[in-house]
């Protein structure tokens, strides 16, 4: 009797606590996974919901949740995307700034860099995100041009689609330097970080990173509180030890 | 169409074009030992050959990416033989399309070899003819719809390669940025104006090549034994 009341109980309380606890899916821009692995586990950990999270480019889920794609929260690269798709929600809330981002000029096998790397004759590549499709690429570019380098590095700048692409192209030995989120670098073992080089933030703009809470995460309880979760103290840290800028 | 991508598609089709002839010199002898073989290793040969159709570009980009970075041993032969990195160049992407179409090439013509009776070859060889001289006039007509088929798979699949191209090329103009990845690129940064024409350009070219390969085939249907 006892047995069948203590699973009696165990029964309600799983199902009750079911009932509190929500699932949310989310829409993470491929730069920031892994300062929001550490971000998933503690809310997790704390509020008992549940969230599911997608990694990706931010261009393409722009356009999935244009065309319906069932997010509750998407936090993406740039800022312009989340302000468009902020307009567009008929529960209009504002984007926020979660991050900015940190441009780091990077080379896996030396002790030390600085921007004269940059001007080495025996160079051969240089990888950068593409400027017309990524926030980081864009910031490469802008410091590229404002160091007077734009001639020298004339064909040697290889584009990836994203800054992931730029640091595989580094990491895999096929370019000898790229143009990287810090973000990237810290989330190596200390060992394999190499040596990096952050440019002065007046030399490019600002890499803005938004998040927007999107029509489908009104209502879902785990959205609102991740929502509110991410411009906490204790997210905030998280954010800051990643590698990132504090808005 | 503006010039960047002009550029752009003139390059896809030199690509193209290299990648096709290299195979057929490649995989001629490849699919005629895979059609004539009894070793017991062919099914590891063909199933060799069959992967590029399953792996996921990506997959093959990321592999070439490791094994011809200038570090390793391929991408450091080449580069004190060519002075030049086999990533991020054309040659590159010669070598990564090779092996991206090489199914296109050999399957086709492996069919075809083998629907050629051993009968033809023996009495050309019992005329006196040598197995090159058999091969080729023997052979080879027999094979001809096969041969087609195979050229013009080759070039056209060549031709929409994505996955391994933005992986191992880099996107530099001239160089590594084929038609496919100046579409990419159109569409990511909303200017689908530019994307239409040039996904026109690619489209009209794959669909008369493919055109040219049924009409060929059922004009010229060929009967063997």
């Known amino acids: 009797m006892y047995r069948l009341a203590l699973a009696f109980c165990q029964f309600f309380c799983v199902a009750t606590s079911a009932a509190w606890a929500e699932t949310a899916h989310v829409a993470v821009a491929a730069n920031f996974r892994p300062a929001m692995e550490t971000l998933e586990v503690a809310f997790e950990r704390e509020s008992g919901h549940d969230l599911q999270v997608s990694y990706g480019a931010t261009g393409q889920f722009f356009a999935q949740i244009q065309h319906g794609a069932p997010y509750a929260v998407f936090l993406a690269a740039d800022a312009e995307r989340p302000h468009l798709l902020a307009e567009m929600q008929t529960n209009r809330i504002e984007a926020r700034t979660y991050a900015i981002g940190q441009l780091a000029l990077w080379s896996p096998h030396t002790e030390a860099l600085a921007a004269d790397a940059l001007r080495g004759s025996g160079l051969r590549f240089v990888a950068v995100a593409n400027a017309e499709l990524a926030p980081y690429g864009a910031a490469a570019e802008a410091v590229i041009a404002a160091l007077e380098l734009e001639e020298a590095l004339a064909g040697k700048l290889v584009r990836g689609s994203n800054v992931a692409q730029a640091f595989v192209f580094v990491q895999t030995g096929n370019a000898e330097l790229g143009f990287v989120a810090l973000s990237q670098i810290l989330s190596l073992p200390e060992g394999k970080r190499g040596a990096y080089w952050l440019p002065p933030p007046e030399l490019y703009p600002t890499i803005r990173q938004d998040a927007v809470l999107l029509d489908h995460g009104h209502g879902n309880e785990a959205a609102v509180a991740f929502f509110q979760f991410l411009f906490s103290d204790q997210a905030r840290s998280i954010i800051e030890n990643a590698g990132y800028e504090l808005p | ?225």
């Open chain 2, 1 to 225: 169409m503006s010039a960047p991508d002009f550029a752009a598609l003139i390059l896809t089709l030199k690509l193209a074009l290299t990648a096709t002839a290299i195979l057929l010199l490649v995989g001629t002898p490849l699919a005629w030992w895979l059609a004539r073989t009894r070793a017991r290793l062919k099914p590891v040969a063909e199933a060799i050959v069959a992967l590029p159709l399953v792996l996921p570009p990506t997959v093959l980009g990321f592999y070439l990416l490791i094994l011809l970075n200038p570090q390793s041993a391929i991408g450091s032969f080449w580069l004190s033989v060519t002075g030049e990195t086999l990533t991020f160049s054309f040659s590159g992407l010669v070598l990564a399309s090779v092996l991206y179409s090489l199914p296109f090439m050999v399957q086709p013509l492996q069919s075809a070899f083998e629907t050629i009776a051993r009968k033809p070859m023996e009495l050309a060889a019992s005329l006196g003819a040598s197995p090159w001289d058999a091969f080729v006039s023997v052979a080879v007509p027999a094979s001809a719809r096969g041969f087609v088929t195979a050229i013009v798979l080759t070039f056209a699949h060549t031709l929409g390669e994505f996955g391994i191209v933005l992986m191992v090329g880099g996107n530099i103009p001239d160089r590594t940025r084929v038609i496919s990845i100046a579409v990419y690129e159109n569409v990511e940064r909303l200017d689908y104006a530019q994307a239409h024409s040039l996904s026109l350009v690619l489209l009209a070219l794959s669909f008369s090549v493919l055109l040219f390969v049924y009409i060929f085939n059922r004009r010229f249907p060929v009967h063997v034994g």
